[in-house]
């Protein structure tokens, strides 16, 4: 229901609508602290052993097993997505709008479908979480959550498929040296990063890797 709302939007709005339906949603969960825990969230929550027989024990590496096959799962998906005919579509729609209603292409149920996809892709996401480390806050609602995940898509290549493989391990890096060296105003140095990044790197990280690959490609 939230898609077809927010949808009837574009650009900057769009982007200020799907924060502002998160904020939403983290009031509604702080209020129904009867059923969400509120502040303190839902804790001790026991998961079953996968297949029955792996315990979930992180310190086991089931967990981290199951993580990563839950992640190639999704992966495998959305690549079959991205190289179907309603793939092609999406990228359409990206690059020309205008052109995409001209041919006769159902635009604003493709976009709805898309959007479909990807809140599903983050409610698989949130699950693995709260399987994982047994404990399910409202920070996962956060407008700072949400900034972080838009940082790590930007980062490796906004559009790319391959873009959060890259974006999200160096951006935990970033974060992780930056706050290391300048505890109080690392994200300061998160948002120079960004803006060095934006200005100077074309594609983000990815496009450079891809224009490496191909001038070194040229000169061979």
């Given at each position: ?27 509604i ?31 086991g ?7 990563l ?12 997505v991205?190289h ?15 052109r ?38 409202l ?10 995940i ?40 998160i ?8 200005v ?16 070194s490609?040229?000169?061979s």
């Open positions: 229901m939230s898609g077809a709302l927010i949808l009837r939007t574009s650009g900057l709005t769009l982007l200020m609508q799907t924060l502002v339906v998160a904020a939403l949603f983290y009031e969960a702080n209020k129904a602290g009867h059923w969400t825990g509120g502040g303190d969230g839902l804790q001790g929550m026991t998961v079953w052993p996968v297949f029955g027989l792996f315990r979930f024990d992180l310190f590496k089931t967990a981290y097993l199951y993580s096959g839950v992640l190639f799962v999704c992966w495998l998906i959305m690549r079959t991205v179907s005919a309603f793939g092609r579509s999406l990228m359409g729609i990206r690059e020309n709008l205008a995409m209603h001209a041919i006769g292409t159902p635009v604003e149920r493709r976009k709805l479908m898309a959007y479909v996809l990807s809140s599903t892709l983050a409610g698989i996401s949130g699950a693995v979480i709260a399987q994982t480390t047994s404990f399910v806050g920070g996962v609602l956060s407008l700072e959550r949400s900034g972080s838009l940082i790590m898509l930007i980062i490796g290549g906004v559009g790319q498929l391959y873009g959060a493989f890259i974006g999200v391990p160096l951006y935990m890096i970033a974060q992780d040296r930056f706050a290391t060296i300048d505890p109080v105003f690392w994200y300061f140095w948002g120079l990063f960004m803006v060095l990044l934006v100077f790197a074309r594609g983000r990280i990815l496009g450079i890797l891809a224009r490496l690959t191909g001038r490609g040229g000169a």
